[in-house]
């Protein structure tokens, strides 16, 4: 029988208009059992203020009308809540896809023995170092590399569908490919396609802290990086030349588009266009999904420049990673330059500019 890929699946199931929500990140909570130093989430925890299990289930039967599809369980840590496995089957029994973010380190041979049974449609683990020093410098948490390998030896030993992901940090910089490495061995290779993944970007807190900065890469840095390993630098030039997103009129604020199918959720039950903004949210506790993501997440489309941003004009825009949301947080102003992201675009452009010349691609 012929495989059908789930990429055409999707675009036979969801509705042909381009604002449905298809995917969900739903942030079941923001404990953790690790102390990851550049954790966006780390101090906004409130264990009083997360939603029951009872409210969640509200929201999932909201979205499962609604016609969501992908949902993304993630935290935090998502297996630190006890009412875990009770979440998790019922929206499996709802038929949404599902994808799990976690570190392995806190997941009992319960829950493995249950996923095993019912498999997620995929598992995305943070592997921040593949050595001890480096893996527990990030995590803060003395003997998480140990459990950590084993939860990576649990997971493939029931044949679960397993992705490895790392950040890119000053502490882990000379281990990230070689986590790639390990992570081919590990789970093998076909046909050029891998189970890694890894995240050039760090961001302040949500709750506002910069302490996460100051782990940032260098764009050199980066570049040195995603040459030490074949496939990431072949990734990275598909990108290079990728196509940029829809256009807009140069005083829209807002460039992003992720709102029209993705949304975030977060452990007290807001619902956000952004993970990183609580502008334009709504809580879901009194307004409705369907209100929110149809008649507030497009408030986004109305927002203009209002002063002399240099970002307003700046011709690097679609190849920057700054965007409202991010300037916000690092500065404190929506419209402000961040310079990070700046130098990143410049020498980003510069790169892409050589890729073309390379390989005759026109200006």
């Known amino acids: 029988m012929k495989k059908t890929n789930l990429g055409y699946f999707f675009n036979k199931l969801i509705p042909r208009k381009k604002h449905h929500p298809f995917t969900g990140h739903i942030e079941l909570t923001y404990h953790c059992n690790l102390k990851c130093i550049h954790c966006y989430c780390k101090g906004s925890e409130n264990k009083e203020k997360e939603l029951k299990t009872f409210e969640w289930k509200q929201i999932f039967d909201e979205l499962h009308k609604e016609g969501c599809i992908y949902l993304t369980l993630s935290g935090g840590d998502p297996f630190i809540r006890k009412d875990f496995l009770e979440l998790y089957s019922y929206i499996k029994k709802k038929a949404f896809l599902v994808n799990i973010f976690t570190n392995a380190t806190a997941v009992t041979s319960q829950v493995f023995d249950y996923l095993a049974k019912s498999p997620p449609h995929s598992i995305e683990v943070t592997l921040n170092g593949i050595t001890r020093s480096t893996y527990e410098q990030i995590t803060q948490v003395e003997g998480s590399f140990s459990r950590v390998m084993r939860g990576l030896k649990e997971i493939k030993k029931r044949n679960l569908p397993l992705t490895l992901k790392s950040n890119c940090l000053k502490q882990n910089k000379l281990e990230v490919t070689k986590i790639k490495e390990f992570t081919d061995e590990f789970l093998g290779k076909k046909n050029h396609r891998y189970h890694f993944q890894y995240d050039a970007m760090i961001y302040p807190r949500i709750n506002g802290d910069r302490e ?92 203009k420049f209002k002063g002399n941003s240099k970002c307003r004009d700046c011709r690097l825009r679609p190849v920057c990673h700054n965007c409202p949301a991010r300037a916000y947080l690092e500065t404190g102003d929506e419209e402000a330059p961040v310079p990070y992201f700046c130098t990143l ?17 026109p200006a």
């Open 345 to 361: 675009a410049k020498e980003t452009a510069e790169e892409i500019a050589k890729f073309r010349n390379q390989n005759n691609y």
């Open 212 to 303: 996460p900065l100051k782990f940032r890469l260098s764009f050199r840095e980066l570049s040195k990086l995603r040459r030490e390993d074949p496939d990431i630098w072949e990734e990275y030039q598909q990108h290079l030349h990728a196509p940029a997103g829809l256009e807009r009129r140069r005083d829209s604020l807002y460039h992003c588009n992720t709102w029209l199918t993705n949304f975030f959720i977060n452990p007290y039950g807001r619902l956000k266009f952004c993970q990183f903004s609580d502008k334009f949210s709504v809580d879901l506790k009194g307004t409705s999904f369907k209100e929110g993501f149809y008649k507030v997440f497009p408030q986004t489309l109305k927002e």
